[in-house]
């Protein structure tokens, strides 16, 4: 890692744990000590430590939850290695789960110049994703508009998908329409065989963002699963709550997520495609005519998972191996 980079981190680190100091009224300093503390013990992320709130808790309080070091062996207890790359890979997740994928896409380096071209022109605006990047880092719009200015060749080079732009259901995208929100559910298919839905949660975009991703300053809301209402204010990575998204000011609890039923059903197939990947975090996009499959992610984020209740889950997965 360059000096540069480990300077970035230090300093969002800084900015992150100084706005608990001034909130909570505690020593910027403790908080650095018990940050560097509980990294080295439970292995937790910055994210994480602000979002379980560890700078307040107890040993026994802490030990209980899946941190970015005990995640990895999470994913070693329930997911294949062998399929590792099919959910890490999104040409080859596209592939594998074309009967979900509706959308139309490309892959760059299989594709001619003047196909790449033709292929935006058809589709007005499509989305380009790299293929070795998550979060949504990297994700950026192209219009047929600005091909006379685009380096298509440049393009061509890189590692990416060229997706058609597919609309949410208007109903979210009223909520805030200059991202594609979706739905991120949780799945594990326990020691017995059985299809657990874990969580579910809505994703909105946020402040000018193209993609709704946590990590990339998007708010996520808990949905109940019995009913697919919204039943939390919305939540950003430093913990400030939403009742009424911060953008469009609409109100968010009470949201009953179009076509639910649909959405759990969609993802108990898609869950048994691949019966060794067990542990998957589906991200689903609702749009007024279809479901989207966007992608499944193999190592499925903890943060989101424990956040809204405060609640470790290490030990529930652990029995479940």
């Known amino acids: 890692m360059k000096i540069k980079d480990i300077k970035r981190i230090l300093f969002t680190h800084n900015k992150r744990l100084k706005s608990i100091s001034q909130k909570q009224n505690v020593s910027l300093v403790y908080l650095w000590i018990d940050y560097a503390v509980s990294f080295l013990i439970y292995g937790v992320s910055c994210t994480?430590?602000?979002?379980?709130?560890?700078?307040?808790?107890?040993?026994?309080?802490?030990?209980?939850?899946?941190?970015?070091?005990?995640?990895?062996?999470?994913?070693?207890?329930?997911?294949?290695?062998?399929?590792?790359?099919?959910?890490?890979?999104?040409?080859?997740?596209?592939?594998?789960?074309?009967?979900?994928?509706?959308?139309?896409?490309?892959?760059?380096?299989?594709?001619?110049?003047?196909?790449?071209?033709?292929f935006i022109k058809e589709k007005k605006e499509v989305i380009v994703k790299p293929l070795g990047l998550s979060s949504g880092k990297g994700i950026y719009k192209i219009s047929s508009n600005d091909i006379s200015t685009l380096n298509i060749s440049d393009?061509?080079?890189?590692?990416?998908?060229?997706?058609?732009l597919v609309v949410n259901h208007r109903d979210i995208k009223n909520i805030y329409p200059s991202s594609l929100n979706s739905v991120r559910i949780y799945t594990l298919i326990n020691n017995e065989g059985t299809i657990e839905i874990l969580q579910a949660l809505l994703r909105l975009g946020n402040g000018n963002s193209i993609v709704d991703n946590f990590h990339n300053n998007g708010i996520v809301c808990l949905i109940d699963v019995e009913t697919g209402i919204v039943k939390?204010?919305?939540?950003?990575?430093?913990?400030?709550?939403?009742?009424?998204?911060?953008?469009?000011?609409?109100?968010?609890?009470?949201?009953?997520?179009?076509?639910?039923?649909?959405?759990?059903k969609l993802v108990i197939k898609a869950s048994k495609l691949y019966p060794t990947s067990r542990y998957i975090a589906w991200d689903i996009a609702i749009l007024d005519d279809r479901l989207e499959m966007i992608e499944g992610n193999y190592q499925g984020d903890?943060?989101?998972?424990?956040?809204?209740?405060?609640?470790?889950?290490?030990?529930?997965?652990?029995?479940?191996r």
């Open 232 to 264: 939390q204010p919305a939540r950003d990575r430093e913990m400030n709550e939403y009742l009424f998204h911060p953008k469009s000011n609409i109100q968010v609890v009470g949201f009953l997520i179009p076509k639910w039923k649909e959405v759990l």
């Open 48 to 118: 994480e430590y602000v979002s379980y709130e560890f700078f307040n808790k107890k040993h026994n309080y802490k030990r209980n939850f899946i941190t970015h070091r005990k995640s990895k062996k999470i994913e070693k207890w329930f997911n294949a290695e062998e399929n590792k790359m099919v959910f890490n890979n999104k040409k080859i997740f596209n592939e594998k789960f074309s009967d979900f994928v509706k959308r139309e896409w490309i892959y760059s380096k299989d594709k001619s110049n003047d196909e790449i071209v033709d």
């Open 155 to 164: 393009l061509k080079k890189q590692d990416v998908l060229i997706e058609e």
């Open 302 to 320: 903890p943060t989101i998972l424990q956040m809204f209740d405060k609640k470790g889950r290490y030990k529930e997965f652990k029995d479940k």
